[in-house]
T-cell receptor, first 114, second 115 residues
Framework: AQSVTQPDIHITVSEGASLELRCNYSYGATPYLFWYVQSPGQGLQLLLKYFSGDTLVQGIKGFEAEFKRSQSSFNLRKPSVHWSDAAEYFCAVGGRSNTGKLIFGQGTTLQVKP | NAGVTQTPKFQVLKTGQSMTLQCAQDMNHNSMYWYRQDPGMGLRLIYYSASEGTTDKGEVPNGYNVSRLNKREFSLRLESAAPSQTSVYFC??????????????FGQGTRLTVV
């Protein structure tokens, strides 16, 4: 079955510290992978996406993610977290079809300590 | 450029009432989606429309109906609301591009409470 797992429901980091949010997926074929961010009361904004090619992808706001096929993972990283990064983060997987529908993980809430 | 617009933003319904959530996109996208977001469960797909004139069930379609009115608009209807449908609903759209090679753009959400 197709699924996305984000093992960490809540993460707290200090401002300026590094961040890694984990994402594991189960998908029958080579997937498209996405990370979205949701600020309180807002919709979802795309941070970055992986379709093919270089397995390390850069996104907005200084985020990056690495696709590791052997581990079925697509972890999100940021070297230095800012207080404005506090939000909920969703990993999602999509298929290589023309429907574009996505399967989302449960989400990870990031809290940033001053 | 408004992107994806949902109305209303907030709604309270009584059990058994009906209502329609409206969604419109101005990006000339072919595909549109309705998701619901519940705590600890991420977003789950209710229905989607890969192109104008087609609709398909997603993961959690029971209790909902949809209409792809035209290329721009995709509405979600609750015929007889139940407390289990209390949730935040998101509409999204994605463009043609290459097959599957697109990102989804989301509306701001509708917070629905059924009492």
């Amino acid at each position: 079955a197709q699924s996305v797992t984000q093992p960490d429901i809540h993460i707290t980091v200090s401002e300026g510290a590094s961040l890694e949010l984990r994402c594991n997926y189960s998908y029958g074929a080579t997937p498209y992978l996405f990370w979205y961010v949701q600020s309180p009361g807002q919709g979802l904004q795309l941070l970055l996406k992986y379709f093919s090619g270089d397995t390390l992808v850069q996104g907005i706001k200084g985020f990056e993610a690495e696709f590791k096929r052997s581990q079925s993972s697509f972890n999100l990283r940021k070297p230095s977290v800012h207080w404005s990064d506090a939000a909920e983060y969703f990993c999602a997987v999509g298929g290589r079809s023309n429907t574009g529908k996505l399967i989302f993980g449960q989400g990870t809430t990031l809290q940033v300590k001053p | 450029n408004a992107g994806v617009t949902q109305t209303p933003k907030f709604q309270v319904l009584k059990t058994g009432q009906s209502m329609t959530l409206q969604c419109a996109q101005d990006m000339n996208h072919n595909s549109m989606y309705w998701y619901r977001q519940d705590p600890g469960m991420g977003l789950r797909l209710i229905y989607y429309s890969a192109s104008e004139g087609t609709t398909d069930k997603g993961e959690v379609p029971n209790g909902y109906n949809v209409s792809r009115l035209n290329k721009r608009e995709f509405s979600l209807r609750l015929e007889s609301a139940a407390p289990s449908q209390t949730s935040v609903y998101f509409c999204a759209s994605s463009g043609p591009g290459q097959v599957g090679n697109t990102e989804a753009f989301f509306g701001q959400g509708t917070r629905l409470t059924v009492v």
